[in-house]
Nanobody, 113 residues
C-alpha cells in the first residue's frame, strides 16, 4: 500500500514563501504523476497543481504564477514552491494522484500577519 507524507507547512506572513514536499513509500514505481490539493476550513478539497509522468505541469488559476510544482532527480519527492502567499492560501495541503491513494495527513499552511 502506498503511503503519502506531506511536509514543509507552517506559519508565514503574507507575501512570504514556503516549499512543501511530498514523499511516497510502498508500491509506487515513480512519484510522478502527482497532484497537489488543499482544503481550507469549511471548504471542499481543491486541485492546485499537477506534474505528469513526463514532467509537464499545469495549475489551477488561483495559484498560477505563484506556485510551482516540481520533482527531484531521484523521482522520490514532489515539491510545491509557494510564493507571494496570501491569507486565502491558508489550508491543509495534500498530495495525491487520481484515482487517489489513501490520503496522507497533509501539512498545514497558515498565512497571517
Amino acid at each position: 500500500q502506498v503511503q503519502l507524507v506531506e511536509s514543509g507547512g507552517g506559519l508565514v506572513q503574507p507575501g512570504g514563501s514556503l516549499r512543501l514536499s511530498c514523499a511516497a513509500s510502498g508500491s509506487i514505481f515513480s512519484i510522478r504523476p502527482m497532484n497537489w490539493y488543499r482544503q481550507a476550513p469549511g471548504k471542499a478539497r481543491a486541485f492546485l497543481a499537477r506534474i505528469t509522468g513526463d514532467g509537464s505541469t499545469n495549475y489551477a488559476d488561483s495559484v498560477k504564477g505563484r506556485f510551482t510544482i516540481s520533482s527531484d532527480n531521484t523521482g522520490n519527492t514532489v515539491y510545491l514552491q509557494m510564493n507571494s502567499l496570501k491569507p486565502d492560501d491558508t489550508a491543509v495541503y495534500y498530495c495525491n494522484r487520481y484515482p487517489p491513494f489513501p490520503w496522507g495527513q497533509g501539512t498545514q499552511v497558515t498565512v497571517s500577519s
